[in-house]
């Protein structure tokens, strides 16, 4: 019930966000353009945009195929979210 509630729904906010930066920061690291990450992913450059702003219409599949395009580990999002005060404080 937690993601389901009012407070919930503001951790869930925060987490995609915090996701998402990362997922950018790690696409720009590699020098990817966001087209670059889509074509990748066999997605379209909206969906890449929508999912580095932490866009809730992006689904888990779709947020793991991009993990995977830029090498990130499960271990590594949960470590960045834990740490993150963003997703803390909205717990």
């Known amino acids: 019930m937690g993601w389901q509630t009012e407070r919930g729904g503001q951790r869930g906010k925060a987490v995609l966000g915090v996701i998402g930066q990362h997922l950018a920061d790690l696409r720009k690291r590699r020098k990817w353009s966001q ?7 066999g997605v379209n450059v909206k969906t890449i945009l929508s999912a580095e702003k932490g866009g809730t219409d992006i689904g888990i599949l779709l947020l793991l ?3 995977w ?5 499960q271990d590594e999002v949960i470590a960045l979210l834990a740490s993150d005060a963003r997703v803390r404080e909205a717990a």
């Not at 395009?69 to 580990?73: A, C, E, N, R, Y």
């Open 35 to 41: 087209a670059d990450l889509a074509d990748h992913c």
């Open 65 to 67: 195929e991009i993990m």
């Open 69 to 73: 395009q830029l090498d990130v580990s």
